[in-house]
């Protein structure tokens, strides 16, 4: 059974500090990783996507990934409340492009 | 939500009949799939479609049918609804079997009583 593992939470900052987000996947054969945000009551929304070892940054948010340690992570530098959110990790496995997905952080920044 | 509508938003209906969600896009993506949000559970896969006519199961498939006849439509019918399938339904689009990048629609909450 392939799997993604996160803590649920809920993760609380304070407002301007550093949100570190973590997910383990079970499958050794999953090439891409995906971080999405999912506010309450909508859809999830895709923030980020790593395919290669090593970190890639984009604005506030940095995704990690060690393929060797089966480990995802997700940075978010100077929170905001309007940051707080659920955020889910997913990972690229099957023949077809299926995501196996966590269960999803719930992250709360307080002002 | 990158071009990808649902229909209907919310429904109630009775345990028994049938249902069917219907997802539209037009982004023009070849892979479409549909997924269920339970608390607990997180988003589980249902049926995925990699083009018109071409349909596969996945995880949480028993109870639900899908169709998909044009690229830009992908149907869900719950051919007997159960209050098990009570949860909040989600499609999602991906260009291409190389871009695994899926975006979602708005959502489905379906209640059956």
């Known amino acids: 059974q392939k799997e993604v593992e996160q803590n649920s939470g809920p993760l609380s900052v304070p407002e301007g500090a550093i949100a570190s987000l973590n997910c383990t996947y079970s499958?050794?054969?999953?090439?891409?990783f995906f971080w999405y945000r999912q506010y309450s009551g909508k859809s999830p929304e895709l923030i980020m996507f790593?395919?290669?070892?090593g970190d890639k940054e984009d604005g506030r948010f940095t995704a990690q990934l060690n393929k060797a340690s089966q480990y995802v992570s997700l940075l978010i530098r100077d929170s905001q409340p309007s940051d707080s959110a659920t955020y889910l990790c997913?990972?690229?496995?099957?023949?077809?492009?299926?995501?196996?997905f966590g269960k999803g952080t719930k992250l709360s920044v307080k002002p | 939500d990158a071009g990808i509508t649902q229909s209907p938003r919310h429904k109630v209906t009775e345990t028994g009949t049938p249902v069917t969600l219907r997802c539209h896009q037009t982004?023009?993506?070849?892979?479409m799939y549909w997924y269920r949000q339970d608390p607990g559970h997180g988003l589980r896969l249902i049926h995925y479609?990699?083009?018109?006519?071409?349909?596969d199961k996945g995880e949480v498939s028993d109870g639900y049918s899908v169709s998909r006849s044009k690229t830009e439509d992908f149907l869900l019918t719950l051919e007997s609804a159960t209050s098990s399938q009570t949860s909040v339904y989600f499609c999602?689009?991906?260009?291409?079997?190389?871009?695994?990048?899926?975006?979602f629609g708005p959502g489905t909450r379906l209640t059956v009583t």
């Open positions: 999602a689009i991906s260009a291409s079997r190389e871009n695994y990048e899926q975006y």
């Open positions: 499958d050794r054969g999953s090439q891409s």
């Open positions: 790593i395919y290669s070892n």
């Open positions: 997913a990972a690229a496995g099957g023949s077809q492009g299926n995501l196996i």
């Open positions: 982004e023009n993506h070849r892979y």
């Open positions: 479609s990699y083009g018109v006519k071409d349909t």
